[in-house]
């Protein structure tokens, strides 16, 4: 049993998520996460809602991700399999490689899809958010953007607990409007993260954490567990009962 179940373990008040990137090429085009910003300035006026102390408290738990590439993109229907593929329209003007683009973005099979009208995507990411007590991390769209060629559907959502199941994020979209292109640039909020602990009250530091071989070894146990088994929530138990006592070690610069 972790020493953070115990009840007399003493917590600090900040609790500690770690990030890194599980990647050996491109490093530099995955920003790192940020604390949630506004484009807008801020009034004086005391009855603005920057200072609305529930809208405050909110948007100080929430992480940006920035998207890491340009990305314009449709749906094609081929019309000797009718089955959907994606097409990139940027063309000449491109700056992702059509290679790059297609280890990145991937389109899901039609019998994986919520709604037999609306095809799924998954775009990959290395980004990997990680603690060593028991945390929560909620996957959430960039919902304070305002994309100026608006999104033809929707980020797909989800949660999952860092203390025990580290693993490489996904951007998985649900495509409402096969007519429209979907448009990602490079440097826009991309997603949120928000975590949730025992203690609400308690705020978050997020810290670079350093992929360390222990690190490493564990991951491989989550890693490619879907290609196994549908239910990966089954094996919680026992991702918990091979834990190390420590995973997050902050990386020294």
């Not at 998207?67 to 063309?91: F, H, W």
């Not at 959430?140 to 999104?151: Q, V």
């Not at 203390?163 to 826009?188: Q, T, Y």
Request: proline share 8%.
């Amino acid at each position: 049993m972790f020493d953070f179940l115990k009840k007399k373990v003493s917590l600090s008040r900040a609790v500690e998520v770690g990030w890194t990137l599980d990647t050996t090429k491109a490093t530099f085009i995955w920003d790192a996460p940020s604390r949630l910003t506004r484009e807008e300035k801020r009034t004086s006026h005391a009855k603005s809602v920057s200072f609305c102390p529930a809208v405050i408290d909110h948007e100080a738990r929430i992480f940006q991700v920035n998207c890491p590439v340009d990305i314009q993109i449709r749906i094609e229907i081929d019309p000797k399999t009718n089955e959907p593929r994606l097409r990139s329209t940027a063309g000449d003007m491109a700056s992702i490689r059509p290679k790059a683009l297609a280890e990145l973005v991937r389109l899901n099979s039609p019998k994986e899809w919520r709604h037999p009208k609306r095809p799924i995507l998954q775009i990959a990411s290395p980004y990997i958010f990680l603690a060593d007590e028991l945390a929560y991390m909620m996957q959430l769209p960039a919902f304070n953007h305002y994309y100026s060629t608006p999104l033809p559907g929707v980020m797909i959502g989800g949660r999952l607990p860092i203390h025990i199941w580290p693993r490489p994020m996904m951007w998985a979209f649900e495509w409402h409007d096969i007519s429209k292109e979907l448009v990602l640039k490079r440097g826009d909020p991309w997603f949120y993260v928000r975590f949730e602990f025992q203690d609400p009250t308690r705020p978050v530091r997020l810290v670079e954490a350093d992929m360390t071989p222990q690190l490493r070894e564990y991951m491989q146990g989550v890693s490619s567990v879907t290609n196994y088994v549908s239910r990966t929530y089954s094996l919680f138990e026992t991702a918990r009962s091979r834990r190390p006592k420590t995973l997050l070690i902050e990386k020294q610069r």
